[in-house]
């Protein structure tokens, strides 16, 4: 269940990069707006991964994969308001859909450790 509410949540998470994105390119910002979109969009992408990987390890690189993603991310979005690109709506918005993803993120990979570790 973990994996379907992450999987939606950072879906969520990229699709508001994209427009964001779309926002800063029209203002010429094009170095960070190209940044944050990657980072955002891995994220997404390797949850997705995930839930095909060969293996437990596989699966455990593939969130740890998102989770550093999501710390950029997260980075991102704190340089863009601090800079003043975004407001701080919006900012806090975006900033607690990455808490929330990184709490998950960081639950699934502690879980799928245990397991692997009791199968032993």
């Known amino acids: 269940m973990k994996e379907d509410k992450l999987g939606e949540l950072s879906m969520e998470l990229s699709v508001a990069v994209l427009k964001l994105?779309?926002?800063?390119?029209?203002?010429?910002k094009t170095v960070i707006s190209?940044?944050?979109?990657?980072?955002?969009?891995?994220?997404?992408?390797?949850?997705?991964?995930?839930?095909?990987?060969?293996?437990?390890?596989?699966?455990?690189?593939?969130?740890?994969?998102?989770?550093k993603e999501t710390n950029e991310t997260s980075k991102w979005i704190e340089m863009l308001?601090?800079?003043?690109?975004?407001?701080?709506?919006?900012?806090?918005?975006?900033d607690k859909n990455c808490s929330t993803i990184r709490f998950l993120l960081v639950r699934s990979i502690?879980?799928?450790?245990?397991?692997?570790n009791e199968r032993r």
């Open 21 to 28: 994105t779309k926002e800063l390119r029209s203002k010429h």
């Open 81 to 94: 308001w601090r800079s003043e690109y975004i407001d701080e709506t919006r900012y806090k918005a975006l």
């Open 110 to 116: 502690q879980t799928a450790k245990q397991n692997a």
């Open 34 to 67: 190209n940044q944050i979109a990657r980072s955002a969009t891995s994220i997404c992408a390797n949850i997705a991964e995930s839930k095909y990987a060969h293996s437990r390890a596989d699966f455990i690189a593939k969130l740890e994969i998102a989770l």
